[in-house]
């Protein structure tokens, strides 16, 4: 796949951490699907999550710790309460399917909110 610089993302100098067959295409369109209009700071948080699956086992990542990561890592601009103005539907959860990588184990309550 190629991102919108003709490159897989992998390759790209955006996104040096991207899972292989990630694109920024493709990402596009699943933000766009979600309901975002995916700008600049959206691309930055997508890279920072793909730097820390890079530097972590996937098997083995925790939601807790990816959260507190993110949250250190964008403390200046507010942190979470930044990103989730970003990634209505959870930094953690919505940034992973943007990003091209797979929610940690726990990161979404899939029953919140409904009434079944």
């Known amino acids: 796949m190629t991102d919108s610089t003709g490159t897989n993302g992998a390759n790209s100098p955006d996104f040096p951490y991207a899972p292989v067959g990630w694109s920024r295409q493709s990402a596009e369109s699943e933000a766009v699907a979600a309901g975002l209009a995916p700008a600049a ?6 890279s920072a999550l793909q730097e820390f699956f890079s530097r972590h086992d996937g098997a083995s990542i925790n939601a807790r710790a990816l959260h507190d990561a993110l949250e250190e890592k964008f403390h200046s601009r507010g942190g979470m309460k930044y990103l989730y103005c970003l990634f209505p539907g959870g930094p953690v959860t919505q940034g992973c399917l943007v990003a091209g990588l797979e929610p940690p184990a726990g990161s979404a309550d899939s029953g919140f909110g409904s009434v079944q």
Do not use: G, I
């Open 41 to 46: 700071e959206h691309w930055e948080a997508v």
